[in-house]
């Protein structure tokens, strides 16, 4: 199988590679439009701003890339982010792959939200084997509302989306490749989509 993680300089790409490498896979960096359509699963990461990450994509035009793709997509945290249609992050266009807008955590509660958090309402095979109230790893101070795309809820503040799914593409918000066991099936689950 091969995985390709989409390099655009917004990511923490080796703890991915490790995750992967972990499962027996060896994952590809690339930014080679030609390479990314070839894979057979995508690996869209992020950390950073939103604004400057979404200025790369365009510079490079693997913004269309990746809107175009039709093998499982795996978007994660920033990455799910930008794939939605805004963040109020830098008052930034997304790919519009999913049809919510991201927005900010008030300051009512402390951001960014770092750490451990719960999962539920999981509606997706991405999940087979996870329980609901399985802990996985945020850290982040935007979030997608809960819309007809998502696939799995957590709170802070409110009831937010930790899971996007709309045909071949996956969000997640957290991070699957520090979420311990959990992350580690997420991640093989994917692998193993249909």
């Not at 919510?100 to 960014?112: E, G």
């Not at 850290?139 to 819309?147: E, F, G, R």
Request: aromatic share 10%; proline share 3%.
């Amino acid at each position: 199988m091969k995985l390709v993680i989409v390099n655009y300089g917004a990511g923490n790409i080796q703890s991915i590679k490790f995750a992967f490498k972990r499962l027996g896979y060896d994952a590809v960096l690339s930014d080679d439009a030609k390479e990314i359509r070839a894979a057979d699963r995508v690996i869209f990461p992020g950390v950073g701003e939103a604004s400057s990450a979404m200025n790369k994509l365009r510079a490079s035009g693997l913004d269309k890339v990746i809107q175009e793709l039709k093998q499982p997509v795996l978007g994660i945290c920033l990455g799910m982010q930008l794939m939605c249609h805004s963040t109020e992050e830098g008052n930034t266009s997304g790919l519009g792959i999913f049809d919510t807008d991201v927005v900010r955590f008030t300051n009512r509660v402390k951001v960014p939200q770092i750490g451990w958090n719960q999962i539920s309402n999981l509606k997706s095979s991405l999940f087979k084997g996870v329980a609901e109230k399985d802990h996985i790893y945020l850290v982040h101070s935007y979030y997608a509302p809960i819309c007809s795309e998502t696939i799995a809820v957590s709170e802070y503040e409110m009831p937010y989306s930790s899971a996007l799914q709309k045909d071949n593409f996956y969000g997640v918000q957290f991070h699957p490749e520090k979420s311990s066991k959990v992350g580690e099936r997420i991640l093989k689950n994917f692998l193993e989509l249909a």
